[in-house]
């Protein structure tokens, strides 16, 4: 049987965690995979979470199955994060799935049994997991532009150009805040934009939410998912709370559906269903009711409001900071984007041999394009840093 298999390639994020917790180098610096880290650089459980866990422990009376669409009471109150109220109820559906790769993961399910083999457009660059997933899943992956790596920003009118040519067989995966890998995003004007020609061409919206509240605060954060569904009759959404929770390990994930009515919702929802009952029956319940103990409680739910922007100003301090040491260090504001960029990362840049010789003379970790965790910086390391990143030059 295994005869007839190759060594498969390694999934780069998770290599480069490997290898930093290989060095045993003191100063070494970890600014490769996705997670917060407090000044202390360790990913703290939040103090809600930690109250809600204890409430759960203290209360819970059986471990038996929850269901297959997963916990009602934390998918509800989700939809109502990321859309309080601006579009129809009985539009919406949703079902609980693992993380937010989980919940991409249903959703190419689901789009595979709607439109067989179709292509799904993601930016370019995009997370180096979606590619492989969208291939495993039987779509068709393509890019469309995104990044210029001059600007260091959106190149949006050739962006907008690629999706006014698609059409209704087209499906689009947009990173609805905190773009991932480079932390460029698009304003509140050009998500009106791409809604209005996402509309007019009948091309369908596939939102990858992993970073609600990262960015620039809840609200603001939701503001092209909500555009997106008052717009397009159709759109999927692949809702994480990983980071925004600091719930990692829980694999704890929402699929919301937007459908143009009730009827058509329902049948989402069945599909969803079914994927999900034939993939892995259901989702583990643990970081679901953690969040639903938390949002159903109008303290705990302050708490988690204000740890989250305490995360979100601390990485928009370091944002600042960096650049700050940057713009001192190299006598140019050529770095300046760091500042502008946001959610955890910014693609600095760097070309793989300045990448590789910060891991090899410094210490630094940084994913091989150059992406950098902005939020597992030490708060006290931005000059160090600005310093090696000069050193090896781009
Ligand atoms: C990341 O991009 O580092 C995170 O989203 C973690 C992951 O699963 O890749």
Redesign the pocket.
């Known amino acids: 049987m295994f005869e007839t298999l190759k060594k498969a390639p390694v999934?780069k994020?998770?290599a480069l965690l490997g290898e930093y917790r290989a060095d045993d180098r003191p100063q070494k610096l970890d600014l490769?995979?996705?997670?917060y880290k407090d000044a202390t650089g360790n990913t703290p459980v939040m103090r809600a979470v930690t109250k809600a866990e204890k409430r759960i422990f203290d209360a819970q009376t059986t471990k038996s199955y929850v269901g297959v669409s997963g916990n009602r009471g934390f998918c509800d109150t989700i939809v109502d994060l990321v859309f309080a109220d601006r579009i129809e109820g009985d539009r919406i559906t949703s079902v609980q799935a693992p993380?937010?790769?989980g919940s991409l993961w249903v959703i190419m399910q689901l789009l595979k049994r709607a439109k067989p083999g179709a292509t799904v457009w993601i930016s370019d660059p995009s997370?180096?997991?979606h590619y492989p997933m969208l291939e495993l899943a039987g779509l068709n992956p393509q890019y469309y532009p995104y990044f210029d790596p001059e600007t260091r920003s959106v190149k949006f009118d050739e962006m907008l150009a690629a999706l006014d040519k698609m059409g209704p067989n087209d499906i689009v995966l947009l990173h609805a805040c905190c773009h991932?890998?480079t932390g460029a995003n698009l304003t509140p004007e050009q998500w009106d934009q791409v809604a209005q020609s996402m509309k007019r061409t009948g091309a369908f919206p596939f939102l990858d939410l992993?970073y609600l509240g990262f960015g620039d605060g809840l609200e603001a954060d939701a503001y092209g998912v909500r555009k997106m569904a008052q717009t397009c009759p159709e759109l999927m959404v692949a809702f994480?709370a990983?980071?925004n929770f600091g719930l990692?390990r829980e694999r704890t994930g929402v699929v919301i559906g937007v459908a143009a009515n009730k009827d058509s919702a329902n049948i989402v929802f069945s599909q969803l269903a079914n994927v999900i009952r034939a993939s892995f029956s259901q989702s583990p319940d643990h970081g679901a009711e953690i969040v639903r103990v938390i949002m159903d409680d109008p303290e705990l739910r302050a708490q988690w409001e204000d740890e989250l922007k305490e995360m979100r100003d601390q990485v928009l301090t370091l944002r600042k900071n960096l650049a700050g040491s940057l713009r001192k260090l190299s006598n140019s504001d050529e770095f300046d984007f760091v500042e502008q960029h946001r959610g955890?990362?910014s693609l600095l840049g760097l070309s793989k041999d300045a990448v590789e010789k910060l891991k090899k003379q410094h210490g630094i970790y940084l994913?091989d394009d150059s992406?950098a965790?902005i939020a597992g910086i030490p708060e006290h390391d931005t000059d160090k840093l600005a310093a090696a990143i000069l050193d090896v030059g781009k």
């Not at 490769?32 to 997670?35: E, Y």
């Open positions: 999934d994020i998770f490769g995979i996705g997670v993380g937010g790769t997370w180096p997991n991932n890998p992993a994480s990983s980071k990692y955890m990362f994913i992406r965790n």
